[in-house]
């Protein structure tokens, strides 16, 4: 594949750092409308309308809709329009449970059999091993029912402002640093692909 089939290193950055902002749209339009108003119902029309501005966006910038973020804006979609339909902010607190305990057993199901299911939600551009994948599989998977078991801990039995609070800094919170705790990980595999990739010439003995 020729250099210009892919951005250059700089415009690739802007690029990712605009995705992640746009990942965010519908939790921080919750967060700052539930921040406003202080009614949930308000806040769910907001997440769902930023999940459809963060979808579209996505689309149009990428072309197309990375696995993750497809997950949690078509939840919010999904979730944020039942609440608003049935008038119950149970269901759009309940998602966050039931997509991170899915997204978990999905992950430590796949571990089990042999796959890494998290090279389909991030890519398989990093550089890891089979050994690396299946690490970051197994942190993913325990990562994910954490959230899950939290999120169903704080919901029922903390007010719903606590909640919102949890759910919009909190939560971006401890997948933030939880990303970035795995960044010795990175750098192992990088390393040991590398070494495997461009090993070291054995240097023959010279002949008497």
Do not use: C
Not at 24 to 38: D, E, M, N, P, S
Not at 106 to 128: E, F, Q, T, W, Y
Not at 186 to 202: C, D, G, T, Y
């Amino acid at each position: 594949m020729s250099q210009a089939a892919s951005p250059p290193p700089h415009t690739a950055h802007k690029l990712d750092s605009f995705q992640m902002a746009v990942d965010y749209v519908g939790i921080i339009a919750f967060g700052v409308a539930f921040l406003v108003t202080r009614q949930i119902l308000v806040a769910t029309f907001a997440l769902v309308v930023g999940a459809v501005i963060g979808l579209a966006m996505s689309l149009m910038i990428r072309r197309r809709i990375a696995p993750l973020p497809a997950i949690y804006g078509g939840a919010a979609l999904v979730f944020g329009t039942l609440t608003l339909v049935f008038h119950d902010p149970t269901i759009v607190k309940m998602k966050t449970t039931i997509i991170d305990a899915v997204l978990g057993l999905v992950m430590l199901g796949g571990l089990v059999r042999g796959k890494s299911p998290i090279k389909l939600l991030i890519g398989d551009a990093l550089p890891l091993t089979d050994r690396g994948w299946r690490k970051l599989t197994l942190r993913f998977g325990l990562f994910f029912l954490i959230l899950a078991a939290l999120n169903e801990f704080i919901w029922r039995t903390q007010s719903t402002e606590v909640w919102v609070a949890f759910r919009v800094p909190g939560l971006v919170g401890l997948t933030l640093v939880f990303a970035m705790a795995q960044t010795p990980l990175f750098m192992r595999e990088a390393a040991l692909v590398h070494a495997q990739s461009h090993p070291e010439p054995k240097i023959e003995p010279e002949e008497s």
